[in-house]
T-cell receptor, first 111, second 113 residues
Framework: EAQVTQNPRYLITVTGKKLTVTCSQN?????MSWYRQDPGLGLRQIYY???????DKGDVPEGYKVSRKEKRNFPLILESPSPNQTSLYFC??????????FGEGSRLTVL | GQQLNQSPQSMFIQEGEDVSMNCTSS?????WLWYKQEPGEGPVLLIA?????ELTSNGRLTAQFGITRKDSFLNISASIPSDVGIYFC?????????????FGQGTRLTINP
């Protein structure tokens, strides 16, 4: 089944404790992206990647890092999480027709 | 930057009613996408539109790409309880190529049985 898989789905952590949210897609898409979703603010793009080893900032990149060493994986790294990074995070990949496919989301709480 | 205005923000309807929502932009888009998000899940693609004037249906859902390329609407006919969720429009402006989708704020649909 074609899908985007994120882990963990739920995480509670403390300020400053580094964490990584993994994302994997099995559709051989070149383009992948991370979004955060907050009430009243909608979906905002954090980082995107056009292809392996090519990443770029989205609208809200501060406090986040990404890497794209292989086509299928696009992890999101929070080196020193802060409470304002409490949010619902979505990974997505995009096909050649421009259609974006989302993972099921990762709900992160930073205490 | 590019922005999308989606309306209405929320809708409370009776089962069986038709639903209409739309998105407008101050700039031109090359692609319009409509998504539905249910609680605890990621947005799921409903309909994709690629040409100005295009009208596309997916079951009880119909969406159109506006002639001016600055707007799109989504209609749901004869609503049923499983239509409940948040509906998002998204547009690809093409200014930076294919890497930038702009999302509307969403329309929250509630259905009274």
């Amino acid at each position: 089944e074609a899908q985007v898989t994120q882990n963990p789905r739920y995480l509670i952590t403390v300020t400053g404790k580094k964490l990584t949210v993994t994302c994997s897609q099995n559709m051989n898409h070149e383009y992948m992206s991370w979004y955060r979703q907050d009430p009243g603010l909608g979906l905002r793009q954090i980082y995107y990647s056009m292809n392996v080893e090519v990443t770029d900032k989205g609208d809200v990149p501060e406090g986040y890092k990404v890497s794209r060493k292989e086509k299928r994986n696009f992890p999101l790294i929070l080196e020193s999480p802060s409470p304002n990074q409490t949010s619902l995070y979505f990974c997505a990949s995009r096909n050649g027709a421009g259609e974006l496919f989302f993972g099921e989301g990762s709900r992160l709480t930073v205490l | 930057g590019q922005q999308l205005n989606q309306s209405p923000q929320s809708m409370f309807i009776q089962e069986g009613e038709d639903v209409s929502m739309n998105c407008t932009s101050s700039s031109i888009f090359n692609t319009w996408l409509w998504y539905k998000q249910e609680p605890g899940e990621g947005p799921v693609l409903l309909i994709a539109l690629y040409k100005a004037g295009e009208l596309t249906s997916n079951g009880r859902l119909t969406a159109q790409f506006g002639i001016t390329r600055k707007d799109s609407f989504l209609n749901i006919s004869a609503s049923i309880p499983s239509d409940v969720g948040i509906y998002f429009c998204a547009g690809d402006g093409g200014v930076q190529g294919a890497q930038k989708l702009v999302f509307g704020q969403g329309t929250r649909l509630t259905i009274n049985p």
